[in-house]
């Protein structure tokens, strides 16, 4: 105890003596995220400064080892520092698909060589991923994917099509899933390969949303050169590494259910619509509403956090991931229905200064596809019926 009472000190003082004011602030959406790369887009220079300085402690991926990038710390001391930051208030200073989904299928999956040449980087910032997984006729039936990585010697020749791969415009590198055999079944003859978006014969194409903007692409490979050594764990075995990496995603996603926000959306409710001379929400109705919201919101927190620390080091959350996906992609919905409720007409701009170049509405309108992305709600809900509670088939 004394031990961690002197880190939480030590991590007090630098956090403040080392984050940025501006970077003290809430995240105003996905365009606000610091995901690094080779062409970082960047709404604050301090982005760049925060992440250095973090990086340089590897405090971007504290839980890692130190010679992949992060600072070796224990579970207690990476809690530690995620209250020490949450207590002043600071962003997370990187966050991209490298660190949430694969970096823990490399520290689980990767050889050594692998593990020295492409996690470093991730944990510094310098190369952005996107995930190759879903393609036209292979979506919530993944195994089916099409893809095929032909044998050439020491490399694969990739040709095929992923959709929905988010930020492949923005991507420096690619996990993706390819068949390098179609002797057996579908879930065999899979395998999980990494390749660099530069490589000739690659095309991305954005998808534009309802929301107005374009995170999803369209990616096609025509003669993709993989080369062998990059492929992650043994030929043929993917699969086995691609449900691994969907536990991350899920539970990645699932973070959607809870708030950053230093102000709880029944205190802007109050600020908005008044409350009356007890201090309580004028509108009874959507204060019963609020009120439930965030009880619910409280309780999700508490669970993650509840099911994080009793998960094995180096283990995802198993079954666990697909209950988290579910509820905080729908608690992320009633969020943004919440707010364009308190918010009334000054939600619903589109455009311009005034409305935040309509953050609110986009906002509501791109959560509607949380409960598709990795992984469907009612695909969600068959996981948990069969793995979780042990439901026969119907």
Known sequence: MTDLSSFREETRDWLQA??????RTPIRGFEDIYNGGRKPEISHPDQVVWC???????????EWPV???????SKAEVKVLREEMALIGARSPLDSFGISMLGPALLHFGNESQKLEHLPPIARGEIRWCQGYSEPNAGS????LATKAEDKGDHYLINGQKIWTSYADKADWIFCLVRTDNSGSKHEGISFVLFDMASPGVT???IKLISGSSPFCETFFDNATALKKNVVGEVGKGWTIAKYLLTHEREMISAFGT???????????????GTD????LRAGTLRSVIAQYQLDTQAFTATMERVKDEAKAGQGLGPASSIFKYYGTELNKRRNELVLSVEGEQALGW???????????????????NSIEGGTSEVQLNIVAKRVLGLPDA
């Open 67 to 73: 010679a992949y990038g992060g600072a070796g710390l």
């Open 277 to 280: 001379a007890s201090g309580r």
């Open 259 to 273: 708030s950053t926000s230093k102000k709880t959306i029944g205190q802007r409710a109050a600020q908005v619509l």
């Open 52 to 62: 250095e300085r973090m990086a340089s402690r590897g405090w971007t991926v504290p």
């Open 18 to 23: 080392n984050c940025p004011e501006s970077m």
């Open 141 to 144: 039936d993944l195994a089916s």
């Open 351 to 369: 455009d311009g200064d005034e409305y935040r170049g309509g953050e609110m509405a986009r906002a509501w309108l791109r959560s509607k596809g």
């Open 204 to 206: 991305v194409k954005p």
